[in-house]
């Protein structure tokens, strides 16, 4: 089993910037592909960004694409999400998920509220 958690949400004004870590435990997770997902009030949890084993294997989606920035640190067993000029349609639980093969496993989210 492995157990992720979330920390680094907050409440920013736009423009502003956060950095999301993930810590995992349980297992060591180099070998996972890793990923933040959102969730918006009223809206379905939605791909973020992603990261294979190697952090040259990154992905996004386009609404962030050029602002977050995903990492991982395999030695501290920690995923990190770095956003920078944050907008109020950001605004959202923030969740980090772990996957091998055909297992995934999630943390308990964290909030980012970006104010206007």
């Known amino acids: 089993q492995v157990q992720l958690v979330e920390s680094g949400g907050g409440l920013v004004q736009a423009g502003e910037s956060l950095r999301l870590s993930c810590q995992a435990s349980?297992?060591?997770?180099?070998?996972?592909?890793m990923a933040w997902f959102r969730q918006a009030p009223g809206k379905e949890r939605e791909f973020v960004a992603s990261?294979?084993?190697?952090?040259?294997?990154?992905s996004y989606s386009e609404s962030v694409k050029g602002r977050f920035t995903i990492s991982r640190d395999n030695a501290k067993n920690t995923v990190y999400l770095q956003m920078n000029s944050l907008k109020p349609e950001d605004t959202a639980i923030y969740y980090c998920?772990?996957?091998?093969?055909?297992?995934?496993?999630w943390g308990q989210g964290t909030q980012v509220t970006v104010s206007s």
């Open positions: 998920r772990a996957r091998y093969t055909v297992y995934n496993y």
């Open positions: 349980g297992r060591t997770v180099s070998s996972y592909a």
């Open positions: 990261i294979g084993w190697s952090d040259s294997n990154a």
